[in-house]
């Protein structure tokens, strides 16, 4: 598998994203500037990364105008393909404004930007403890659609305290029904707020982020043990 990580200005996560792809999971990563649009080089087993920070300065809308950006059109045309999207944080954002996932990222509950760790747990109840760093990173959607979501399994992640608990208290932004992270009905487009790039390097003391990764593309090597 070959990971393309796109860089939009004011993205700030995209070498982290690299760092981790590559020195932690060993796997091949290629940058790709936002006015390229020539994906040729990527089959449906690949996966574009739309990492986190804050495309075109989140002017308009979180995610808006990146999404009128040259190579949306072609991460559009990959995915409908049947090619891997990962979006996280504002990669997130970028991705529902696109349609390639349904709702949307408000603004956090409290109006406030939150920066610290929290738990999310997936549809097998692990726990995970990963970074979380926005704004506008309450999820939303219609009744109808939030039900379908979770009719078809495509919740990947709900936010949760350190025993897998779903509260209130849990929930750092108010995403509605505790909602972290989803993905497209075909499994091939996922989201999520959460930095799992955050959480993969031993020397940091925290690599749940490579079993996030290894839950979606199976694809990452065992941590190695922390020597001195």
């Known amino acids: 598998m070959k990971f393309g990580v796109v860089v939009f200005p004011g993205s700030n996560c995209d070498r982290d994203m690299r760092d981790a792809l590559v020195h932690d999971l060993q796997q091949e990563a290629i940058m790709l500037w936002h006015k390229d649009s020539d994906l040729s080089s990527f089959t449906t087993e690949d996966c574009i990364v739309l990492p986190g920070g804050f495309s075109y300065g989140d002017y308009l809308r979180t995610g808006a105008i990146a999404r009128f950006s ?136 925290n690599t749940d982020g490579r079993a996030v990764f290894n839950k979606l593309f199976k694809m990452v090597v065992e941590p190695s043990p922390v020597t001195y």
Do not use: W
């Open 70 to 205: 040259p190579i949306m059109q072609s991460v559009v045309e990959f995915a409908q393909k049947g090619g891997k999207v990962l979006g996280i944080c504002n990669g997130f954002q970028i991705l529902c404004e696109s349609h390639l996932l349904p709702g949307a990222l408000l603004r956090n509950e409290r109006q406030q930007f939150i920066c610290r760790n929290a738990f999310v747990k997936d549809s097998d109840n692990r726990i995970y403890q990963l970074p979380v760093a926005h704004g506008e990173g309450r999820y939303y959607a219609d009744e109808a659609t939030l039900q379908k979501l979770e009719d078809n399994h495509q919740v990947l992640f709900y936010y949760c305290d350190a025993n897998g608990n779903l509260s209130d208290a849990a929930n750092p932004n108010g995403s509605v029904r505790h909602i972290a992270g989803i993905c497209n009905e075909e499994r091939t487009v996922f989201g999520m707020m959460p930095h799992p790039e955050r959480a993969c390097s031993v020397a940091l003391g």
